[in-house]
């Protein structure tokens, strides 16, 4: 899945979409593009970018908010529910090793931190809620910690890459080859 074309089709919706799976469907999300999503929907808001949609900061960040906290609610809600029974029927190991990493991060690092700090890996951002879900993590502290450590990473990323956007001069400009080498 290419986020440009996301973006272009899908605008501040697809944002809202490709997080929610990603934080909430296991087994789909840790195919969809959550960081590669969010740095160029920061950079589409920026005021420089003009070559491609122009985003609109604030529904982005919106849109990433929701996504990130409801995608993760239902990630856990599953795990309650379906928990390990549904994890041990899959077969793939891709998921499986992000489930381990998962564990041994609530092990290792307690609740709040590990679900906190989860939000920034790749396929533990994924795993990670359903695991917790699985594993009865309280819900309180799960529901506190998740919007924390998902609003830290879905609003970082997009403020970051949007204020990156506004720093360069001429952003278009990058990625086009000289016309001639001196």
Do not use: K
Not at 41 to 50: D, F, Q, T
Not at 129 to 153: D, E, H, K, S, Y
């Amino acid at each position: 899945m290419n986020a440009t074309w996301l973006l272009s089709t899908y605008g501040t919706f697809g944002i809202l979409l490709c997080i929610f799976a990603e934080t909430g469907l296991p087994v789909f999300g840790f195919f969809l593009p959550g960081d590669t999503l969010l740095v160029p929907a920061g950079l589409l808001c920026s005021s420089p970018a003009r070559s491609g949609p122009h985003l609109t900061l604030l529904p982005v960040l919106l849109c990433a908010a929701v996504g990130t906290i409801t995608g993760a609610q239902l990630g856990f809600w599953t795990g309650r529910r379906a928990g390990r029974a549904t994890l041990a029927r899959l077969e793939n190991p891709r998921l499986h090793a992000g489930v381990r990493r998962a564990e041994l991060l609530l092990v290792r690092y307690g609740h709040a931190r590990a679900v906190a700090l989860g939000r920034f890996i790749p396929v533990v951002r994924t795993v990670l809620n359903p695991v917790a879900g699985a594993l009865g993590v309280p819900l309180r502290t799960f529901t506190l910690w998740q919007m924390i450590g998902g609003l830290a990473w879905s609003q970082s990323l997009i403020l970051g890459s949007c204020w990156l956007g506004n720093s360069v001069r001429h952003p278009d400009a990058y990625g086009r080859c000289p016309r001639t080498l001196t």
